[in-house]
């Protein structure tokens, strides 16, 4: 409430729309338009369902987390079940993560990318000194970084695998999480009702490499916090959640059995701003916030996703020039302030790189994370 | 006798439950197709149709006659599978 105008309104005179005092005449002409409100909002929420129908659920398989965490749940229920292994086991897979893994030093490469354009103005809020105690408390940052030790022989229970518990889902990522309050609430009984659904995109694909078939399997995960449009929906609010944030793994399966996943996340630079649509093809970038605010959101942002993926690799993709710049910048100065080697920064203006069509140039950019990668496994 | 016709709607999953002005509401996918076969060969679906049942109407109904009028069966995702 503290951050919202309030007005007080005097007194309204309410001018009744119908004449005729009959309370019969008068439902009877309420009730249509009711009705009308109500289908039409009934329609509404059909036809967002309908239309945005990139809802996914895995069956059996935790589509929200990424295939290290589920296979950290699914080796933590193994490893405390004990004999049970044996008799259940579905399938015994020895993970190799051959591109990344997050396991002990390994992390996963953001790309935090804002295409925005033109000048800024500071805002000067009124910024809280806030201590690093607080953001511990976060959420997401009770949330352990789990990853079964490497080479870990992971068992898929059959049995377990039916239903998914919904304590151990990633709910930047499960969807319906709110709307299953009540059930999960029933507790284990109502277990089998529980889906997760996740939104994004999946898709399987099947390549032969050397007389042996290899299959990759992109997952994308948009998260359900803070998504909007292009322009309308920028940076980060006060809890670090950034505009358009999404994860994306790329699983590769192996025809013996091994598998791989390489994890990337995507969201608007981490810094509190925003870039209100005007008649310019590029609005202009406007910076808020105090440099104590912007310290305070970056923070939860970037500890929130250390804590989560361990080392990150912070890629800019934006501008060089004009409001991109200054955005740049401050993103760069947060970057310092933060101060934590866990996280590598790379500004690599992609416009400028890449113009007139010269994709091949990406190369600059792989060479300049080359180590990032060899480090992650 | 009562002469109750029960309908059964055999759903994929249950999206969840929502509390709409006109009562609440069950958001059940009615619709899913297998998009991939996941990593431990787990099928991954995609949502395809979502129906909106109000609960109101079907709890009304169901305690008269002593029966629930919709049953949701969470493992027929699991039938689907080829």
């Known amino acids: 409430m503290s951050g919202h105008r309030r007005a007080r309104v005097p007194v309204v005179a309410l001018t009744p729309t119908l004449t005729s005092r009959s309370r019969r ?218 505009a358009n944030y999404a994860e994306s793994e790329q699983i590769t399966t192996l025809e013996d059995g091994r598998l791989s996943s390489f994890v990337q996340v995507r969201g608007s630079i981490p810094v509190l701003w925003e870039q209100p649509v005007s008649l310019k093809y590029t609005p202009r970038v406007l910076l808020k916030g105090a440099e104590a605010a912007n310290h305070a959101v970056f923070g939860r942002h970037m500890r929130c996703q250390l804590t989560r993926y361990g080392a990150v690799t912070a890629v800019n993709l934006i501008d060089k020039k004009k409001d991109q710049q200054r955005l740049g910048e401050a993103y760069e100065r947060e970057v310092a302030a933060f101060g934590r080697p866990e996280l590598r920064y790379v500004w690599f203006d992609f416009h400028a790189e890449c113009k007139n069509m010269q994709w091949q140039n990406l190369r600059r950019l792989v060479d300049l994370v080359a180590n990032d990668f060899a480090s992650y496994g | 006798m009562p002469a109750t016709v029960y309908k059964t709607l055999v759903v994929d999953a249950l999206y969840g439950a929502f509390q709409l002005l006109s009562g609440p509401y069950l958001a059940v996918v009615s619709k899913s197709r297998r998009v991939a076969r996941g990593p431990y060969h787990a099928p991954i679906f995609q949502v395809e149709d979502m129906k909106w049942l109000p609960i109101r109407r079907l709890a009304a109904r169901s305690s008269s006659a002593g029966d629930a009028t919709v049953a949701l069966s969470p493992e027929e995702r699991e039938e689907e599978e080829m």
């Open chain 1, 25 to 242: 005449a008068r439902s009877s002409w309420c009730l249509p338009c009711l009705l009308l409100t109500l289908c039409s909002y009934l329609q509404l929420l059909r036809e967002i369902s309908e239309t945005s129908s990139f809802f996914y659920a895995g069956g059996g398989y935790d589509l929200t987390n990424c295939l290290q965490r589920n296979d950290y749940h699914a080796w933590k229920a193994s490893s405390a079940g004990g004999s049970g292994d044996a008799a259940g086991a579905e399938a015994t897979r020895s993970r190799s993560g051959s591109v990344s893994r997050m396991a002990g030093a390994g992390g996963s490469s953001v790309t935090s990318s804002g295409s925005v354009a033109s000048s800024a103005a500071a805002d000067g809020g009124h910024g809280r000194h806030a201590s690093h105690h607080r953001f511990d408390t976060d959420a997401c940052l009770e949330a352990e970084r789990p990853a079964p030790p490497v080479g870990a022989v992971v068992h898929r229970d059959a049995g377990a695998a039916a239903a998914v518990d919904p304590a151990h889902c990633d709910e930047r990522f499960f969807w319906n999480r709110r709307a299953l309050n009540a059930v999960v609430a029933a507790g284990p009984r109502a277990r089998g009702f529980v889906t997760p659904i996740m939104n994004g995109f999946v898709e399987a694909a099947h390549c032969p490499v050397a007389e042996s078939e290899v299959g990759l399997l992109l997952i994308s995960r948009r998260a359900c916090t803070r998504q909007g449009t292009r322009f309308n929906m920028r940076g980060a609010d006060a809890e670090g959640n950034v």
